[in-house]
């Protein structure tokens, strides 16, 4: 009896749905008329627009800082994390491995509204450093996870084997447990990079002036600006670094497993 189809349909009828919209969106980045019902043509007008829109290269300024700062300490925090949840084993690491794991499955709107009422009752007024520590908050969750699934196959005898040779515990971490959890670590990085540079949810919870990110500012423009091609055309832009990001996220994912 031969295998049925249905599988394989039901996958591609999937996938069109889920890439053709980006696809007619980076076309109509291309795209000389202002409405995308119509093609007139070939054009690079829309991003030449997107070169003098200054407050878009601001938010796009302020969002690289952000997802910057949060990738290196979610790597550094996520990572201390996984150690601690791999290494002790107790009754607290439940309720520990339970707090890692909440941020993955909380819907974002709830997250943005409790980080907001948090920052209002301890009097923090709201600009980058909390949209900062907002996207810090739950991005160390899938650093935390990628490392900890690494240390899973994680041979520490080689980490005893340096300690015998002579190798003092700080020499032991830096010359043999960090690079071999390197790639995980880089990872998780890549990974909580993509999620804080592509956030709008909590950012628009936690935003305050001067703090607007780029999720933010296209929102803004789809409702209000004239010149919509433009926000194709940046989208297009975002698209091409998230992918890139990801992309670098499973290569490194793929080369620890391996």
């Known amino acids: 009896m031969k295998p049925s189809r249905l599988p394989q349909i039901t996958t591609i009828l999937v996938m069109v749905f889920f890439y053709l919209p980006i696809g007619v ?34 938010a796009l300024g302020n969002s690289l800082r952000i997802a910057c700062i949060a990738s290196i300490a979610s790597m550094i925090l996520g990572t201390l994390a996984a150690f601690a949840l791999h290494r002790y084993q107790s009754k607290i690491q439940v309720l520990h491995r339970t707090l890692v794991t909440i941020p993955l499955v909380l819907p974002e709107i709830l997250m943005g509204m409790g980080l907001l009422l948090l920052f209002v009752s301890i009097n923090q007024s709201l600009g980058m450093l909390t949209v900062t520590i907002a996207h810090v908050t739950f991005c160390i969750s899938y650093v935390a996870l990628v490392v900890q699934s690494r240390l899973q196959d994680f041979d520490f005898q080689l980490v005893e084997a340096a ?95 391996a």
Do not use: C, H
Request: glycine share 8%; net charge positive.
């Open 163 to 257: 300690r015998d040779l002579g190798a003092s515990r700080l020499t032991a971490l830096l010359r043999v447990t960090l690079p071999l959890l390197a790639p995980g670590i880089l990872a998780g990085g890549l990974l909580a990079f993509t999620l804080s540079i592509d956030d709008f949810v909590i950012t628009f919870f936690v935003k305050g002036p001067g703090a607007d990110t780029l999720p933010v500012v296209i929102y803004s423009m789809i409702k209000k600006s004239r010149e919509f091609p433009v926000i194709n055309a940046l989208s297009t832009l975002l698209l091409l670094l998230t992918f890139l990001a990801a992309w670098g996220s499973q290569r490194l994912g793929n080369s620890y497993r």
């Open 25 to 58: 969106l980076i076309l109509n980045s291309f795209n000389a008329s202002r409405f995308g019902t119509t093609w007139q043509g070939f054009s690079l007008k829309w991003y030449e627009r997107l070169l003098e829109r200054s407050d878009l290269w601001a």
